[in-house]
């Protein structure tokens, strides 16, 4: 009998230290040694402009990749980077992007007004005293994991509004490829620096940002709408709302919806509209990472930069829908914050995601890359958006809200969706129609149809 017991308590250990160590073994798991062992901004450690990173030499620079990027050259998942010219990746030399005079000044002006307080409703951190600009231009302890997140959420440049289409094409694991194409709009209706526009719309009160995305094909769904209302309350929850063209209305989302996907592709709502109250940062480290910059200018934001991403001819059968191909793309070793967004309390335990990793550039506090893990702990959703520096208001700049190539890549279904962004307006130059009052609101899904 005490043989028995002891030959079953054995085989009991066993299960558990294999179930163990396959867990520990998932390539997918995370793994917080990974953004550790970055290479940090202040080492004297680089890349030569000029390098080539290929298959065969890419352990060299592992530390200045995000985890998916490392993922793809060691060649185990649905995603890989093949040995091919088009996967190769060229340095070129780090650049500067400074932001519209406007929205310099409005920091210079602002800076050190805004505060953040303990806020009851989410156990968060929510701004008190922001006007405009970037809120915390130097984040420094206290709360520095906080803003920094608040710094990305909206102490980014963006005109009133912008406007661009994009086409989209989405690949299963199958490596089917579905087209989609869509029409954008971004509109920032509260604390803006965009003359001669008011800081805050009167007809948008307490509004921060809004984004809308009116699918246009297939014909089948023509019309459906999705739009995204963020208010200046980071404690309170994005309103979602959708235009059903087949109902001639439009239909509040629940909250819920946040972990849904947007018009069928691979990026969900919280993916653009979160809210930093929710979440409890904790900063990584400040690294040194590799960014792709769109280097073709003279095609960017135009329908011919499609060719300058993988799988941008609509076919199928690729690696790697949507990466960006060396002939059209310098790769910069860029400063980023690497901060960890852990939800909070009141988002539960069945929110989407359980760690997401902001790597967050503290020139334009553009979002470089976002990896999310799933509930389990396990890389599930992957977003890049790449753009080009482009002419503006008199400067060579880059336009944080606006994408050339917006990629999302889901990880454990194998599943990418890959939007390139072209034929942008800014402001007085966006078509009448996207510009009359109210548009931004819910109340204005009723002129989709128009």
């Known amino acids: 009998m005490k043989r028995s017991l002891c030959l079953v308590t054995i085989s009991m250990l066993l299960a558990l230290t294999t179930a163990a160590s396959a867990q520990q073994a998932d390539p997918l798991q995370y793994n917080p040694q990974v953004y550790a062992r970055m290479v940090d901004a202040s080492s004297p450690e680089t890349i030569a402009p000029g390098t080539k990173i290929t ?64 806020d009851a409703a989410t156990g968060g951190l929510n701004w008190v005293g922001y006007k405009a600009g970037t809120p915390f231009p130097n984040p420094a ?11 990305a959420w909206a102490g980014y440049y963006q005109p009133f509004v912008l406007h661009e289409v994009s086409d989209n094409w989405l690949t299963d694991r199958f490596n089917n490829v579905f087209y989609e194409y869509t029409d954008n709009a971004f509109y920032r209706v509260g604390h803006l620096s965009d003359p001669p526009y008011p800081m ?9 940002i809004v984004n809308r995305f009116i699918e246009m094909v297939p014909e089948q769904a023509k019309y459906t709408t999705a739009l995204e209302v963020e208010t200046q309350d980071a404690a309170h929850l994005t309103e979602d709302y959708v235009f059903l063209p087949s109902l001639r209305r439009s239909l509040r989302l629940s909250s ?41 200018e003279k095609i960017a934001y135009t329908r011919g930069a499609l060719e300058g991403y993988v799988g941008g001819d609509l076919k199928p059968g690729q690696a790697f829908p949507g990466w960006p191909k060396a002939e059209y793309h310098k790769w910069q070793v860029r400063k980023a914050y690497v901060v960890n967004l852990k939800a909070g309390p ?40 790449t753009v080009a520096p482009m002419m503006y208001q008199g400067q060579r700049t880059i336009q944080p809200r606006s994408y050339l190539g917006a990629m999302g890549w889901d990880f454990q279904n194998d599943h990418a969706t890959s939007s390139m962004g072209y034929d942008i307006t800014i402001d007085q130059d966006v078509p009448a129609q996207y510009r009359y009052p109210g548009v931004y609101t819910p109340a204005g899904l009723a002129q989709v149809m128009k």
């Open 55 to 118: 298959v065969h030499n890419w352990t060299r620079y592992k530390n200045y990749f995000p985890f998916f990027i490392q993922l793809g050259f060691q060649g185990q998942q649905h995603f890989r980077i093949i040995d091919s010219p088009e996967y190769a990746i060229e340095v070129g030399p780090t650049e500067v992007y400074p932001p519209p005079e406007a929205f310099r000044k409005d920091t210079e002006k602002y800076a050190g007004q805004t505060r953040l307080v303990p």
């Open 141 to 151: 302890e206290p709360d520095k994991a906080a803003k920094i997140v608040y710094n």
């Open 200 to 208: 805050n719309a009167p007809d948008a009160p307490g509004g921060l």
């Open 256 to 296: 819920a919806a946040r972990c849904s996907p947007i018009l069928g592709t691979d990026f969900v709502a919280d993916d653009s509209d979160w809210k930093p109250a929710f979440f409890r940062p904790e900063l990584i480290g400040e690294k040194k990472v590799l960014v792709p910059i769109f280097s073709q």
């Open 346 to 385: 009141v988002l539960g335990r069945g929110y989407c995601y359980s760690e997401r990793i902001f790597f967050v550039d503290p020139e334009s506090w553009r979002t470089l890359y976002a990896e999310n893990y799933d509930r389990n702990g396990k890389l599930y959703h992957i977003i890049l958006s």
